[in-house]
């Protein structure tokens, strides 16, 4: 890694009432890269992307990107700088149309650009498809593309998606993973969160494994694919 | 036939201006799951506040400009008022458990028809007859310049708020917002301005309605935002609280309903049919008449 970090996290501490939910996560995303974080449930893995796009106060640490402190920027402005989140459950607005969920996420855009539009709708066709449904009556596997077209609007720098297979069916966590690479393709920075360990580490170029709240193994995907830890408690296989 | 037309033009009335008050409540309780009781009071608060700019600033003279400067300078100040309360009695309470801003509420509302009595007394008061008293006699059913204004104004400002809500980007921040904050705060949306949005569109109709229920009503008291703002709030639930259509639905039918009820039994009973009404509605539909009908996803 160059020391241009395009995000970089610093000792980051969260906590909710008096439970510590991450106890000093540092770590960094460069310009261009697709890093996932690793970890079991309740690892810290949604904290962190919350944290980052300050749903979440930290009660220490730094959140720099390029560069710049944004702690202690309100969530609605972080979308501004360029950073979009697609969140963990989706959190489509499910009695708006597929459309208006779509305009939303340019809300920070002057205007929807049509280009975009475009771009996002050859990603998912479905999406286009049907466009003048309400978010809610989706499929989950729709529900999802269009949580991650959504966030696709505000043409970000730094996209962070969180559990993008969680509930949906095998079958399309595999074009969504796509789709994710293609768009990661376009330069866009992705930073992942996943349970579906192999399918994320097939797509980074880093990752990060998140254990109660710590930073507990980093590497290139190689290296985790073929650790031992990780395949012991990500991948399903017994030592 | 004539009792049933006199009852309908006089029911669209009143509805009108219960639907202009439920869209307060009601645009509350979407983005905040919060019952805003203090509403009533803002709303008899606004009568009043029209009462005095009608004496000091327009004195003797109530042309149709003056007329409409009244109008907005009034629905202006509601709408301040409805910013302070928002400010200060609910927004400390966003994170605390939903009692807490329920009592701030009704506290809130206590001050405020409190501050009432001692700014303008504790006396019914005589509001201003702004609207020149003409009538039309329809074969018997009497139907005055005043009803035709209060229909016709109300039907306008619901018509340009539902525009703004459905179509517009604001709107739909609006909405998004109260399907889910944490989401609409990843689209950019500033969600502490879209609610002092809500407080100051919700305050400045219900101010409309205030000053419909001084013109029409002409007795004013400074506890009056209680009962209004009950009916107004039923009216909300008949809808479906949370949505807009709803309380503009909600708002006409119970206006009817009352006017029904006046004109064939006894406007003694209107009270008493009304919750029964009330009560028959949330037994059947709990979520009122347009209540969310998509289940939301998991």
Redesign the interface.
Known sequence: MSGEALLRLEDLEVSYGNIAALKGVSLEVAKGEVVCILGANGAGKTTTMRTI?R?LRPRAGRILFHGEDITQV????V??LGI??S?E????????TVE?NL???A??EKRVDKERLRWVYELFPRLEERRKQ????LS?GE?QMLAIG??LM?RPELLLLDEPSL?IAPILVRSIFERIREIAGEGVTVLLVEQNARAALKLADRGYVLDVGTIALEGSSADLLASEKVQEAYLGKKG | MDTFFQQLANGLTIGSIYALVALGYTMVYGVLKLINFAHGALVAASAFIGLTIYATIMGESSSLLAVIAIFALVAAATACLGILLERFAYRPLRQAPRLSAVVSALGASLILQNGIMLVWGPQMRIFPQLVPQVYWNIGGVVISLLQVIILLLSVLLMAALYFFIEKT?MG??I??SA??Q??????????NRVITLIFVIGSSLGAIGGLFIGLYYRGITFEMGWQYGLYAFIAAIIGGIGNIPGAMLGGLLLGLFTAFISGYISSTWADAFTFLLLILILIVRPTGLLG?R?????
């Open positions: 796009s749903l309100p969530a609605h402005k979308v501004h979009s989140h969140p459950g989706r959190r489509v607005f499910g009695i708006l208006e305009w939303l996420g809300f920070t309400l978010a809610g009556t989950g529900q959504r966030s505000s509930g | 980007r739909a921040a909405r998004a399907i889910d944490d989401a609409a705060r990843l689209m950019g949306i500033n969600v969310e998509v289940a939301q996803k998991v």
